[in-house]
T-cell receptor
Framework: DVKVTQSSRYLVKRTGEKVFLECVQD?????MFWYRQDPGLGLRLIYF???????EKGDIPEGYSVSREKKERFSLILESASTNQTSMYLC???????????????FGPGTRLTVT | DQQVKQNSPSLSVQEGRISILNCDYTNSMFDYFLWYKKYPAEGPTFLIS?????DKNEDGRFTVFLNKSAKHLSLHIVPSQPGDSAVYFCAVGFQKLVFGTGTRLLVSP
């Protein structure tokens, strides 16, 4: 059974703080993703990684950075948290390749971050 | 510019009836189409998918239809059950997935 875990379910931080969100998957997936989910906007891709130490910007990378030092772990970093980064953050992983059956992404439970 | 749109933010259906959720996309390069279901306080879970070479895929009570010429995707749930109440996201992809805004389905007994 695929498992994607996220370090915190709920997090409250102050404006200007540096925030780390951690994600770990146990399926040996090559690809890992960070999304944020906001009402009326759906899931928007922040960053993704297709290999260790590799990263690609998604649709809304501004204000975020990522780190992937090990295959199973993908970290999202908010360098200086702002109130507009209050959101639900979702991590996902998948196999590499675009063949049938390899496109499915497995999601973690999410971290609800509040920046005050 | 929203590449994937789910124009109905919510849908209410009675138990036993059909639920139809719709999704429109703009990029004809998309070649894989998926539906995810999300319960509160949980991550989305994969439900069903279809590739661009097909126009229909069925899995139990769930059927996905693809109309490539109209760039339209739909999910049919028959019969609907109260446990189907959740937010449903369509996702379309070429090399990475683009998600729609979601439709909240409420199935009442």
């Amino acid at each position: 059974d695929v498992k994607v875990t996220q370090s915190s379910r709920y997090l409250v931080k102050r404006t200007g703080e540096k925030v780390f969100l951690e994600c770990v998957q146990d399926m040996d997936h090559e690809n890992m993703f960070w999304y944020r989910q906001d009402p009326g906007l759906g899931l928007r891709l922040i960053y993704f990684s297709y290999d260790v130490k590799m990263k690609e910007k998604g649709d809304i990378p501004e204000g975020y950075s990522v780190s992937r030092e090990k295959k199973e772990r993908f970290s999202l970093i908010l360098e200086s948290a702002s109130t507009n980064q209050t959101s639900m953050y979702l991590c996902a992983s998948s196999f590499q390749g675009w063949e049938a059956g390899l496109h499915e992404q497995y999601f973690g439970p999410g971290t609800r971050l509040t920046v005050t | 510019d929203q590449q994937v749109k789910q124009n109905s933010p919510s849908l209410s259906v009675q138990e036993g009836r059909i639920s139809i959720l719709n999704c429109d996309y703009t990029n004809s390069m998309f070649d894989y189409f998926l539906w995810y279901k999300k319960y509160p306080a949980e991550g989305p879970t994969f439900l069903i998918s279809i590739s661009s070479i097909k126009d229909k895929n069925e899995d139990g009570r769930f059927t996905v239809f693809l109309n490539k010429s109209a760039k339209h995707l739909s999910l049919h749930i028959v019969p609907s059950q109260p446990g189907d109440s959740a937010v449903y996201f369509c996702a379309v992809g070429f090399q990475k997935l683009v998600f729609g805004t979601g439709t909240r389905l409420l199935v009442s007994p």
